[in-house]
């Protein structure tokens, strides 16, 4: 039994892929453009540069921009990481001379969808666009293994727990709360320290801000936690 697809279906089907190309060789971006409209893709977009680019993209929103790494301005990777940022359905397939490791891998995690050297062929190329515009991982022979190792070896690690957050309190809010923590009342501190009532109270409400406490009970549990009800 087969079913008939419908008419915005087929119309979607029948789209050639919106392509941008990104290139600051102005040579190889015509090339390269020319050989994907000559294809029945659409071309949608051309830059020369990092900002620009962003700028492109955002305003003819491609299916695949095709980019080179090496650009004046923002880098190429810097161009994937706000591109795909703004809109994760763009996909993007890297159009390099370079194939270091480093600069493959620093692509894939700005949110490269594939990676191709510039010794690519032209029908290599073109299959790679429409194999990006459909969702496919396209990467130079060799560099595949290279990223699939390296999400593995990322995988494996133990996770690093996150360095605690030291609230950064100032001196008189720190002398606010040793007192708040040897039960003294605003009062108190307030004739001890020569303040008014109402600049203690504001003290006291910063201090909870910072170390996103809601009550003056959690404050002094704080306080004992952390030594501050010892004399001084």
């Not at 305003?59 to 990481?81: M, T």
């Not at 290599?124 to 130079?140: I, S, Y």
């Amino acid at each position: 039994m087969t079913t008939d697809l419908s008419t915005d279906q087929q119309a979607a089907a029948a789209r050639p892929v919106r392509v941008m190309v990104v290139d600051d060789h102005p040579m190889w971006r015509d090339a390269v453009s020319r050989d994907l409209a000559e294809a029945g893709l659409d071309v949608v977009a051309t830059a020369g540069e990092g900002e620009e680019a962003v700028r492109r993209a955002r305003a003819c929103s491609p299916q695949v921009v095709v980019l080179d790494l090496n650009l004046p301005g923002l880098s190429g990777a810097e161009v994937c990481r706000q591109v795909v940022g703004h809109d994760p359905s763009v996909r993007v397939l890297v159009l390099s001379a370079s194939g270091e490791h480093a600069d493959v891998l620093e692509a894939v995690k700005s949110g490269a969808t594939g990676y191709l050297v510039k010794s690519a062929g032209r029908e290599e190329l073109l299959d790679a666009v429409r194999r990006t515009a459909v969702g496919d991982a396209v990467f130079t022979p060799g560099l595949a293994g290279l990223v699939l190792g390296e999400f593995r070896r990322l995988a494996a690690e133990p996770p690093v727990p996150a360095a605690p957050v030291v609230p950064q309190l100032t001196a008189r809010e720190t002398e606010v709360l040793r007192m708040v923590a040897k039960g003294l009342s605003y009062k108190q501190i307030a004739d001890r320290l020569v303040l008014s009532h109402r600049t203690v109270q504001n003290h006291v409400q910063n201090t909870l801000g910072k170390l996103q406490l809601h009550n003056r009970v959690e404050l002094v549990r704080y306080a004992i936690e952390q030594g501050l009800d010892d004399a001084v």
